[in-house]
């Protein structure tokens, strides 16, 4: 009779130790499943890795962007160890991205081939949106402008120290911008006007503008575009016009002294941004490993 109510106590313990495990499991699960959709569908954490958002951003912050302003991407590629354009689809988000916004996109450069657009999936990138689709940009003495738009764009304090540095003093290597041809002679104290294209928008295409748009619409076809004697061609074939599929953006960082931005490669790619900045969710100083407490959940 001992022997038969002791193995009943120990069956009702294993009994109830499996069902705490499972119960265990199933929350563990659960909590996996849900961080991972709530990472691909709603929101993601990067680390800011250098100071071209300054004052704005600065090293060791750590910042949570919000997908859903603009949808989240869902890929229909999955070899993301390799660099490529990659198919996806873009599900239906809140509203559209607004000028001034800060966001975290993929690196439309790989390998350093410059000459082309390529999604970097590996290599997240955070600049500010200073001109969104429709807009006609420029930079004139060093100030960020919108044709029709009065709005301050990017972090004005660092324009003015730029219109206020002679042009002898700065870089040469960095002084000079995209397109890099002998026709525009853009820099980083004047550029443009450079008309950004929004999808279906048709824009006359010649050899004077076709540096402007060449990565874009070879990106957008996947055809070699060439120039012979003031024509141009898509594929072996005239082009005199091009209707975009996508809409492209200006992203400039803050810091305009240093900054890899659309300055240098030019326009980006609506399918290469994940989403919007929210706030820093925490900040810490990579000098000295102390935090920033002052940072915490600040918004941006």
């Given amino acids: 009779m001992h022997s038969d109510k002791q193995s009943m106590k120990i069956k009702y313990r294993l009994q109830k130790f499996w069902k705490i495990a499972l119960q265990v499991l199933v929350l563990i699960l659960v909590s996996v499943i849900l961080t991972i959709v709530l990472k691909v569908f709603c929101f993601a954490s990067f680390k800011v890795p250098s100071g071209s958002m300054e004052p704005t951003l600065k090293t060791g912050d750590y910042i949570m962007v919000n997908k859903m302003i603009l949808g989240p991407r869902i890929f229909k590629d999955w070899k993301f160890w390799a660099s490529g354009n990659w198919k996806m689809k873009r599900l239906k988000g809140m509203r559209a991205i607004r000028r001034n916004e800060i966001l975290v996109f993929n690196f439309p450069i790989t390998n350093d081939n410059w000459s082309k657009i390529e999604m970097d999936f590996n290599a997240h990138y955070v600049k500010r949106c200073v001109g969104i689709p429709g807009d006609t940009f420029y930079i004139e003495d060093g100030f960020y402008k919108v044709k029709g738009c009065n709005d301050t764009l990017g972090a004005y304090g660092n324009q003015q120290a730029l ?138």
């Fill in 163 to 300: 219109f206020a540095r002679n042009d002898s003093t700065l870089n040469k290597i960095v002084f000079n911008c995209f397109p890099f041809d002998d026709l525009h002679h853009w820099t980083m104290k004047n550029f443009g006007p450079l008309y950004i294209p929004k999808a279906k928008d048709k824009i006359q295409i010649d050899s004077k503008n076709i540096e402007l748009y060449r990565k874009m619409i070879v990106y957008e076809t996947g055809k070699n575009v060439d120039v012979n004697h003031d024509i141009v061609t898509l594929g072996g074939k005239p082009l005199t016009a091009y209707v975009f599929k996508m809409n492209y953006y200006f992203m400039a960082g803050d810091y305009v002294m240093d900054s890899k931005d659309s300055r240098y490669w030019g326009l980006l790619p609506e399918d290469h941004i994940i989403g919007k900045v929210s706030f820093i969710w925490k900040s810490e100083d990579e000098n000295t490993g102390k935090y920033r407490w002052e940072r915490f959940f600040k918004g941006v």
